[in-house]
Protein backbone atom coordinates (compact mmCIF):
# COMPACT_ATOMS: atom_id res chain seq x y z
CA UNK A 1 0.00 0.00 0.00
CA UNK A 2 1.47 3.55 -1.06
CA UNK A 3 0.87 6.73 1.47
CA UNK A 4 0.81 10.08 0.31
CA UNK A 5 3.48 12.21 1.88
CA UNK A 6 0.74 14.34 3.29
CA UNK A 7 -0.01 10.94 5.36
CA UNK A 8 3.26 10.07 6.25
CA UNK A 9 3.95 13.79 8.13
CA UNK A 10 0.94 13.15 9.92
CA UNK A 11 2.23 9.69 10.72
CA UNK A 12 5.81 10.83 11.55
CA UNK A 13 4.55 13.54 13.95
CA UNK A 14 1.64 11.60 15.69
CA UNK A 15 4.58 8.82 16.24
CA UNK A 16 6.55 11.46 17.31
CA UNK A 17 3.95 13.58 19.76
CA UNK A 18 3.37 10.03 21.08
CA UNK A 19 7.26 8.51 21.39
CA UNK A 20 7.71 12.16 23.66
CA UNK A 21 5.22 10.73 26.20
CA UNK A 22 6.08 7.17 26.42
CA UNK A 23 9.56 7.89 26.65
CA UNK A 24 8.96 10.82 29.56
CA UNK A 25 7.00 7.99 31.05
CA UNK A 26 9.91 5.53 30.63
CA UNK A 27 12.64 8.39 32.20
CA UNK A 28 10.34 9.18 35.18
CA UNK A 29 10.39 5.33 36.07
CA UNK A 30 14.11 5.32 36.00
CA UNK A 31 13.87 8.34 38.31
CA UNK A 32 11.51 6.80 40.82
CA UNK A 33 14.19 4.66 42.19
CA UNK A 34 16.43 5.46 45.04
CA UNK A 35 18.96 6.63 42.33
CA UNK A 36 20.15 6.46 38.89
CA UNK A 37 22.96 4.34 39.56
CA UNK A 38 20.37 1.47 41.70
CA UNK A 39 18.03 1.35 38.31
CA UNK A 40 20.83 0.37 36.01
CA UNK A 41 21.66 -2.81 38.10
CA UNK A 42 21.33 -6.12 36.28
CA UNK A 43 18.63 -7.40 38.59
CA UNK A 44 16.76 -4.10 38.47
CA UNK A 45 16.78 -4.07 34.83
CA UNK A 46 15.95 -7.64 34.63
CA UNK A 47 13.19 -6.72 37.23
CA UNK A 48 11.67 -4.34 34.65
CA UNK A 49 11.56 -6.58 31.95
CA UNK A 50 9.40 -8.81 34.57
CA UNK A 51 6.93 -6.58 34.47
CA UNK A 52 4.58 -6.94 31.68
CA UNK A 53 2.71 -2.88 31.59
CA UNK A 54 6.55 -1.97 31.43
CA UNK A 55 7.88 -4.16 28.85
CA UNK A 56 4.82 -3.58 26.64
CA UNK A 57 5.77 0.42 27.15
CA UNK A 58 9.72 -0.31 26.12
CA UNK A 59 8.24 -2.24 23.28
CA UNK A 60 6.22 0.90 21.93
CA UNK A 61 9.09 3.36 22.69
CA UNK A 62 10.85 0.66 20.26
CA UNK A 63 8.13 0.92 17.72
CA UNK A 64 7.57 4.94 17.54
CA UNK A 65 11.24 5.99 17.87
CA UNK A 66 12.13 3.15 15.36
CA UNK A 67 9.24 4.76 12.68
CA UNK A 68 9.47 8.34 13.49
CA UNK A 69 13.34 8.00 13.85
CA UNK A 70 13.67 6.36 10.08
CA UNK A 71 11.13 8.40 8.42
CA UNK A 72 13.08 10.99 9.62
CA UNK A 73 16.25 10.33 8.07
CA UNK A 74 14.77 9.62 4.66
CA UNK A 75 12.91 13.22 4.76
CA UNK A 76 16.49 14.08 5.54
CA UNK A 77 18.25 12.04 2.83
CA UNK A 78 15.30 12.86 0.08
CA UNK A 79 15.83 16.49 0.73
CA UNK A 80 19.57 15.90 -0.49
CA UNK A 81 18.72 14.75 -4.00
CA UNK A 82 15.92 13.49 -5.72
CA UNK A 83 15.84 11.08 -8.55
CA UNK A 84 13.54 8.32 -8.65
CA UNK A 85 15.74 4.94 -8.30
CA UNK A 86 17.48 7.28 -5.09
CA UNK A 87 14.12 7.90 -3.78
CA UNK A 88 13.14 4.45 -4.17
CA UNK A 89 16.32 3.06 -3.03
CA UNK A 90 15.98 5.43 0.34
CA UNK A 91 12.74 4.23 0.88
CA UNK A 92 13.05 0.53 0.66
CA UNK A 93 16.48 0.88 3.14
CA UNK A 94 14.62 2.79 5.97
CA UNK A 95 11.66 0.16 5.25
CA UNK A 96 14.01 -2.23 5.85
CA UNK A 97 15.80 -0.52 8.56
CA UNK A 98 12.72 0.38 11.04
CA UNK A 99 12.45 -3.54 10.43
CA UNK A 100 15.31 -4.90 11.78
CA UNK A 101 16.32 -2.75 14.61
CA UNK A 102 11.94 -3.50 16.06
CA UNK A 103 12.75 -7.09 15.26
CA UNK A 104 16.11 -7.35 17.42
CA UNK A 105 14.66 -4.62 20.11
CA UNK A 106 11.79 -6.74 20.49
CA UNK A 107 14.08 -9.94 20.39
CA UNK A 108 15.50 -8.69 23.73
CA UNK A 109 12.46 -7.36 25.46
CA UNK A 110 10.72 -10.79 24.98
CA UNK A 111 14.01 -12.79 25.77
CA UNK A 112 14.85 -10.64 28.95
CA UNK A 113 10.86 -11.21 30.42
CA UNK A 114 11.38 -14.97 29.82
CA UNK A 115 15.13 -14.58 31.79
CA UNK A 116 14.95 -16.03 35.60
CA UNK B 1 1.95 21.16 -18.21
CA UNK B 2 3.49 17.42 -18.61
CA UNK B 3 7.32 17.17 -17.27
CA UNK B 4 9.44 14.36 -18.36
CA UNK B 5 10.99 11.97 -16.95
CA UNK B 6 14.07 12.62 -18.20
CA UNK B 7 13.96 16.47 -16.45
CA UNK B 8 12.67 14.70 -13.24
CA UNK B 9 15.42 11.84 -12.97
CA UNK B 10 18.26 14.37 -13.77
CA UNK B 11 16.94 17.28 -10.98
CA UNK B 12 19.12 17.24 -8.84
CA UNK B 13 19.70 19.24 -5.39
CA UNK B 14 22.97 20.79 -6.93
CA UNK B 15 24.10 22.31 -3.21
CA UNK B 16 24.02 18.83 -1.84
CA UNK B 17 24.99 18.67 1.92
CA UNK B 18 26.73 21.98 1.79
CA UNK B 19 23.66 23.35 1.12
CA UNK B 20 22.20 22.03 4.10
CA UNK B 21 25.00 22.55 6.56
CA UNK B 22 25.25 26.72 5.48
CA UNK B 23 22.81 28.70 8.10
CA UNK B 24 24.83 31.87 7.09
CA UNK B 25 22.90 32.97 4.48
CA UNK B 26 19.36 32.92 6.37
CA UNK B 27 18.63 33.76 9.87
CA UNK B 28 16.74 31.79 12.80
CA UNK B 29 14.46 29.87 11.19
CA UNK B 30 17.22 28.04 8.84
CA UNK B 31 19.49 27.56 11.90
CA UNK B 32 16.55 25.58 13.81
CA UNK B 33 15.99 23.84 10.83
CA UNK B 34 19.57 22.67 10.61
CA UNK B 35 19.41 21.82 14.26
CA UNK B 36 16.15 19.75 13.64
CA UNK B 37 17.88 17.71 11.18
CA UNK B 38 21.21 17.68 13.14
CA UNK B 39 19.66 16.54 16.54
CA UNK B 40 17.32 14.23 14.74
CA UNK B 41 20.51 12.25 13.12
CA UNK B 42 21.80 11.94 16.66
CA UNK B 43 19.34 10.75 18.25
CA UNK B 44 18.85 7.98 15.72
CA UNK B 45 22.50 7.01 15.92
CA UNK B 46 22.54 7.35 20.17
CA UNK B 47 18.86 5.08 19.40
CA UNK B 48 20.71 2.22 17.60
CA UNK B 49 23.40 2.05 20.08
CA UNK B 50 20.54 2.24 22.54
CA UNK B 51 19.08 -0.71 21.51
CA UNK B 52 22.49 -2.72 20.75
CA UNK B 53 23.93 -2.13 24.47
CA UNK B 54 20.43 -2.93 25.73
CA UNK B 55 20.12 -6.53 24.61
CA UNK B 56 23.94 -7.12 26.10
CA UNK B 57 21.20 -7.92 29.30
CA UNK B 58 20.80 -10.78 27.25
CA UNK B 59 25.22 -12.14 27.49
CA UNK B 60 24.84 -12.34 31.22
CA UNK B 61 25.27 -9.23 34.52
CA UNK B 62 29.01 -9.63 32.88
CA UNK B 63 28.45 -8.07 29.70
CA UNK B 64 25.79 -5.86 31.00
CA UNK B 65 28.46 -4.40 33.59
CA UNK B 66 31.18 -4.07 31.01
CA UNK B 67 28.64 -1.91 29.12
CA UNK B 68 27.41 -0.17 31.30
CA UNK B 69 31.25 0.88 32.59
CA UNK B 70 31.41 2.47 29.48
CA UNK B 71 28.56 5.20 30.02
CA UNK B 72 29.69 5.55 33.70
CA UNK B 73 32.43 7.22 32.50
CA UNK B 74 33.05 11.50 32.40
CA UNK B 75 33.14 11.01 29.00
CA UNK B 76 29.77 8.88 28.72
CA UNK B 77 28.24 11.36 30.85
CA UNK B 78 28.76 14.30 28.29
CA UNK B 79 27.83 11.84 25.96
CA UNK B 80 23.98 11.80 27.65
CA UNK B 81 23.99 15.56 28.89
CA UNK B 82 24.14 15.71 25.14
CA UNK B 83 21.26 13.76 24.36
CA UNK B 84 18.93 14.64 26.79
CA UNK B 85 19.75 18.25 25.39
CA UNK B 86 19.66 17.51 21.95
CA UNK B 87 16.21 15.16 22.64
CA UNK B 88 14.93 18.13 24.59
CA UNK B 89 15.93 21.12 21.98
CA UNK B 90 13.97 18.06 18.94
CA UNK B 91 10.98 17.80 20.92
CA UNK B 92 9.71 21.20 21.61
CA UNK B 93 11.31 22.55 18.59
CA UNK B 94 9.15 19.70 16.74
CA UNK B 95 6.21 20.33 18.53
CA UNK B 96 6.48 24.11 16.95
CA UNK B 97 6.83 23.06 13.45
CA UNK B 98 3.98 20.99 14.09
CA UNK B 99 2.17 24.16 14.94
CA UNK B 100 3.88 25.95 11.91
CA UNK B 101 2.81 23.15 9.24
CA UNK B 102 -0.50 23.07 10.43
CA UNK B 103 -0.65 27.67 10.07
CA UNK B 104 -0.91 28.18 13.85
CA UNK B 105 1.54 30.92 14.60
CA UNK B 106 2.16 32.26 11.25
CA UNK B 107 0.35 35.48 11.27
CA UNK B 108 -1.84 37.27 8.76
CA UNK B 109 -0.74 37.11 4.96
CA UNK B 110 0.67 40.93 4.26
CA UNK B 111 2.23 42.85 1.49
CA UNK B 112 5.56 42.65 1.27
CA UNK B 113 7.37 45.76 1.64
CA UNK B 114 10.98 46.56 1.82
CA UNK B 115 13.07 45.38 3.93
CA UNK B 116 11.22 42.09 3.10
CA UNK B 117 11.08 40.54 6.59
CA UNK B 118 9.92 37.23 6.42
CA UNK B 119 6.69 37.38 7.51
CA UNK B 120 6.43 33.84 8.70
CA UNK B 121 9.47 34.68 11.06
CA UNK B 122 7.15 36.13 13.83
CA UNK B 123 7.58 36.96 17.16
CA UNK B 124 5.69 34.11 18.39
CA UNK B 125 7.83 31.35 15.96
CA UNK B 126 11.03 33.27 17.63
CA UNK B 127 10.43 32.79 20.82
CA UNK B 128 9.35 29.20 20.09
CA UNK B 129 13.44 28.65 18.86
CA UNK B 130 14.07 30.53 22.11
CA UNK B 131 12.14 28.10 24.13
CA UNK B 132 13.47 25.47 22.37
CA UNK B 133 17.20 26.01 23.44
CA UNK B 134 16.54 27.46 26.60
CA UNK B 135 14.66 24.47 27.82
CA UNK B 136 17.33 22.29 26.24
CA UNK B 137 19.51 24.19 28.28
CA UNK B 138 18.09 23.43 31.20
CA UNK B 139 17.63 20.02 30.48
CA UNK B 140 21.42 19.94 30.26
CA UNK B 141 21.72 21.35 33.53
CA UNK B 142 19.48 18.82 35.19
CA UNK B 143 21.01 16.13 33.28
CA UNK B 144 23.93 16.69 34.47
CA UNK B 145 23.41 17.57 38.09
CA UNK B 146 21.63 13.91 38.09
CA UNK B 147 24.34 12.02 36.63
CA UNK B 148 27.72 14.07 38.16
CA UNK B 149 26.12 13.79 41.77
CA UNK B 150 27.37 9.70 41.72
CA UNK B 151 24.07 8.72 43.23
Given at each position: ?????????????????????????????????????????????????????????????????????????????????????WEDGITIFTIAATISIIAYGTRTILVANWLG | MKISNEWVNNRENREGIKGWLNPSRYGWERISYWFQRLTGVFLLVYFIGHVYETSSLLRGENAWNAMLEITQTPGGHIFLILVIGTSTFHSTNGIRLIFTHGGKGLGNPGRPDYPYDAISLNYRQRSGIWVALILAAIAMLYGSAVLFSGK
Open positions: MMFKESQIMKIHYTTGLAALFVVAVHIIVRLMTPSFSLSLLYENVINNYHNIPYSILLESILILIAIHGFNGLRIILLELRQNKP | -
